[in-house]
């Protein structure tokens, strides 16, 4: 991994060589505390680290006092235009704020943010993205360069870099930054770049990825490759769709990259002709399954579970699982490292096998007692 700067978010630290950090933002009204702290709870327990609420206005940013006490994680406010609203987030203990300081009133609203935050501790993310860089500024990149690409990605880490400065001026420096389009390859190359020339942390993602299908994949391609390159300290998937699907994305994303430990990894086969069982429902029970049970007792003491759509792929294809199920005309077979366990009716076969995995789960709680 790119090695960068350490910075401190309200006791999550990230950069250097700490792990990749997961991030999402509520879709609740950040005034209605009960109803946000519900779900960064939810979002918590699935595996997100640090949190992003809306502050729309004053009231939002009051609020945000009762959510940071109750909060389980820490809580960034998402800030722009007014920096009054900004230094009240600040006031009300949020551990980071993501402004554009480019949209604030003024650079001496820009200075109070900067010696607020310092004092508070606080972070923030300098973000730029391709949908907000200033309009005079991509023109000059365009008029430099023939690639409308290649000018925006000049212009974003030209507009990210004017800001971290006006930040600096003031002493301020605990700065993370994105750089951020809903194209994959501009958000490639700016990333890329900046890290060649730069050393901030780095929050990456591929800005209105779009819908749960459509986002997924954009995301996975995107940010996997930025992983994979070594860059990205702390990230977040953005999807028209739920939190807790950005979550969930975010966590497939980083063990898909061996950059967080799955425990257990599961695996399932495509269908085929030989498929005589609904594999579909038998996947998703046992990964939903799973999922249920790695939220109550954390990570379980399997490396891999597999589920099979036949013989054919079962014990052999997936004979390093630890558990393991095949299916066949009406029947399960469960079968461990390759070896039968046993044989069932279908329904009957499920729950055995959830029994077992729960078993083994509840066995590694008594061993840590």
């Known amino acids: 991994m ?5 910075l401190n978010v ?10 990749v950090r997961i991030q999402s933002m509520c879709d609740t009204d950040s005034r209605n505390a009960e109803q946000s702290l519900a779900q960064i709870n939810e979002l918590a327990a699935a595996g997100c680290e640090i949190i992003r609420l809306a502050a729309p206005d004053m009231r939002a940013a009051e609020v945000l006092h009762e959510i940071v006490e109750a909060s389980p994680i820490p809580v960034i406010a998402d800030v722009h235009f007014d920096g009054r609203i900004a230094l009240k987030a600040l006031e009300s203990g949020v551990h980071g704020l993501r402004i554009n300081p480019g949209n604030l009133q003024s650079e001496e609203m820009v200075k109070a943010i900067a010696y607020k935050a310092l004092d508070c501790g606080a972070v923030i993310r300098v973000g730029a993205n391709s949908g907000s860089v200033d309009a005079q500024l991509l023109k000059k990149y365009c008029e430099r360069f023939d690639s409308p690409e290649t000018a925006m990605t000049e212009a974003l880490i030209s507009s990210v870099i004017s800001q971290c400065a006006l930040l600096e001026k003031y002493g301020f420096h605990n700065i993370k930054v994105s750089l951020k389009s809903s194209s994959v ?3 490639l190359d700016a990333y890329k770049k900046f890290s ?12 209105e990825a779009g819908t749960l299908r459509r986002g997924m994949i954009k995301s996975a391609v995107g940010i996997g490759h930025l992983l994979l390159s070594g860059i990205g300290d702390t990230l977040r998937v ?8 950005e979550v969930r994305t975010a966590v497939s994303i980083l063990e898909s990259c061996t950059l967080r430990e799955a425990m257990p990894e599961l695996v399932s086969c495509p269908t085929c002709g030989r498929t005589e069982i609904d594999l579909k429902f038998l996947a998703e029970e046992v990964e939903n399954f799973v999922d249920a049970l790695k939220i109550s007792v954390g990570k379980l003491p399997f490396r891999k579970i597999a589920v099979m759509g036949c013989i054919v792929n079962g014990p052999g294809e997936a004979r390093d699982a630890d558990w393991g199920i095949a299916g066949g005309r009406e029947k399960i077979a469960i079968f461990r ?4 366990y046993g044989s069932y009716p279908e329904k009957e076969g499920l729950e055995i096998f959830k029994k077992i995995l729960k078993e083994g789960a509840e066995s590694q709680i008594d061993k840590k007692i």
């Open 2 to 6: 790119r090695k960068t700067g350490v």
């Open 238 to 245: 953005s999807l028209t769709a739920p939190p807790i699907e």
């Open 185 to 187: 390859p501009v958000t």
């Open 337 to 340: 490292f390759g070896e039968l």
């Open 196 to 207: 060649e020339r730069y050393d901030y942390p780095l929050h990456i993602g591929i800005t």
């Open 10 to 19: 309200g006791g999550c630290l990230l950069g250097g060589d700490n792990p």
